[in-house]
């Protein structure tokens, strides 16, 4: 669809969202809104996508800047839609313009294909739909045969006209020598003394060019978002489908309302995800695997057979199949779980491989190592990786047992089958199967309790 250019309208000031943030910066699912239309647009396979920003739009450039592929186009003042594509009319060439706003996050891209291609190339085409409560929309006014006449705004409309429950969508689809020769032509003798993008409808008929209207099946796909109320009830709406796309794809949840994804999730099937989980970024997780509550899992990728318990914070790790997490351990990034590997209550670890079958089930640290197959890994040992400067690795090969409480000091290496006595603090190589002791000998003595003096 090179033909086509995108104008995404984002000059408005949003000032009902009572926020700093500008209101397209909003995340809806973990995303900004307007990353959600600048997604959409982009799978369109557009020649070019324009941003028309105005006041203040130098925090949406920084927050866009990775997405070099944007064109900008500064609207002077916010003087209404139709004066806002008119800024952005110097960067349009192809031979039809999209027009779509930043605000309307669950706008899907097949919706938007049936406009751009069930409305000719010369024709003008308005996205509508029937909604239950059309207050404060533009109501789309047809005549007796049914054909759009006008769209009409909720502050210009008679009592008559407010009754009609087909709305605009903000979203247009126009030929480009059309736009070109009426954009300039907009006035502003309305209620708001604004520059209507909608009266080229009227524009269109008195010219004898065609406006159609496509009608969205889903009405939410439409709705935008004016106040943190519609905000929250969009992100309900978007919840809710991910939600019944897992279901349906054989997923078990506790509660579909009581998930959260805000990324590219996958989920096998019979897995089963009880309440309050949040699945964030990039997250695979395979086939029977078992979620339970409260657990945060961002850009990561579960195998089969996975146990993640309660509470566990799991992110940009990889875990293989039959691995046991949780409750309450915490994984950050670059952790590898081989298969079985079991990371148990209280237990952190970071950018370290953990080898198959091996354990650490309570209260410990495993920073920078690189840690064999069948290790234990006593109840509150742990690396230490920094020295206050520079970050060292821990290598514990395979079978070694690494008693309760000891501090492995980094750089060091663990031999194969080496026992390491529980509290004690090794700066040294461990020789393979040795039972190492680090500790002061144990000592008693005969003492005296102090007693407690009358003053005191
Ligand atoms: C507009 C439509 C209305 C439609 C509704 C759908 C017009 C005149 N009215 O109304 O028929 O039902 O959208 O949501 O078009 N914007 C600019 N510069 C401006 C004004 C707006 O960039 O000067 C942008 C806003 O950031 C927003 C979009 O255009 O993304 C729509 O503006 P908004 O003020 O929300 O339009 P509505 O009054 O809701
Ligand atoms: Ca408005």
Not at 365 to 394: P, R
Request: hydrophobic share 40%; glycine share 8%.
């Amino acid at each position: 669809m090179s033909s086509l250019t995108v104008v995404i309208l984002a000059a408005g000031q949003g000032t009902r969202m009572r926020s700093s943030l500008p209101k397209v910066l909003h995340p809806l699912a973990g995303k900004p809104l307007i990353n959600h239309v600048t997604d959409l647009a982009r799978s369109l396979t557009p020649k070019k996508i324009i941003i028309v920003y105005g006041h203040g739009g130098e925090q949406l450039q920084a927050a866009l800047a990775n997405q070099t592929d944007l064109v900008w186009a500064k609207q002077q003042e916010q003087l209404g839609t139709g004066d806002a594509v008119r800024a952005a009319m110097d960067e349009v060439k192809t031979a039809r313009c999209l027009v779509l706003n930043a605000d309307v996050p669950l706008l899907s891209e097949e919706t938007v294909q049936r406009l751009v291609t069930r409305v000719d190339n010369d024709s003008v085409g308005v996205l509508t739909a029937d909604v239950a409560n059309p207050y404060g929309y533009g109501r789309i006014v047809r005549d007796s045969a049914k054909q759009v006449k006008q769209i009409i705004e909720e502050k210009d409309a008679t009592d008559l006209q407010k009754k009609i429950v087909e709305i605009n969508s903000g979203v247009f689809i126009f030929p480009i020598d059309f736009l070109k020769d009426n954009i300039n032509k907009l006035e502003n003798n309305n209620n708001q003394k604004e520059y209507y993008l909608t009266d080229l409808v009227e524009k269109a008929l008195e010219q004898a060019v065609n406006v159609n209207a496509v009608k969205a099946k889903d009405p939410i796909e439409i709705e935008g978002v004016n106040t943190r109320v519609q905000l929250a009830k969009l992100e309900r709406c978007y919840q809710d489908k991910k939600a019944q796309q897992l279901m349906l794809a054989g997923v078990y949840l506790a509660d579909p309302s009581r998930l959260d994804i805000r990324g590219d999730v996958t989920i096998g099937q019979d897995t089963g995800v009880d309440i309050n989980v949040v699945l964030a970024g990039n997250v695979a997780i395979g086939k029977n695997c078992i979620i339970e509550p409260g657990v945060i899992i961002k850009n990561s990728k579960i195998a089969d057979n996975v146990h993640i318990k309660a509470y566990s914070v799991i992110e940009n790790s990889e875990i293989a199949r039959d691995a046991e997490v949780g409750p309450f351990a915490r994984l950050r990034p670059e952790t590898k779980l081989q298969e079985k590997a079991r990371i148990g209550n209280f237990v952190e670890v970071k950018k370290s491989t953990i080898g198959v079958a091996s354990k650490a089930n309570h209260l410990s640290y495993i920073g920078d190592s690189i840690v064999g197959a069948g290790v234990n890994i006593g109840a509150g040992a742990i690396t230490c990786n920094y020295d206050g400067v520079n970050k060292h690795q821990t290598i514990i090969n395979d079978k070694a047992f690494v008693g309760s409480n000891c501090v492995l000091v980094a750089p060091i290496e663990v031999g194969v089958n080496a026992m390491i006595g529980a509290g004690s603090t090794v700066s040294r190589h461990v020789p393979e199967d040795q039972l190492t002791v680090a500790r002061t000998k144990q000592k008693s003595f005969n003492w005296q309790r102090p007693e407690k003096n009358e003053i005191g």
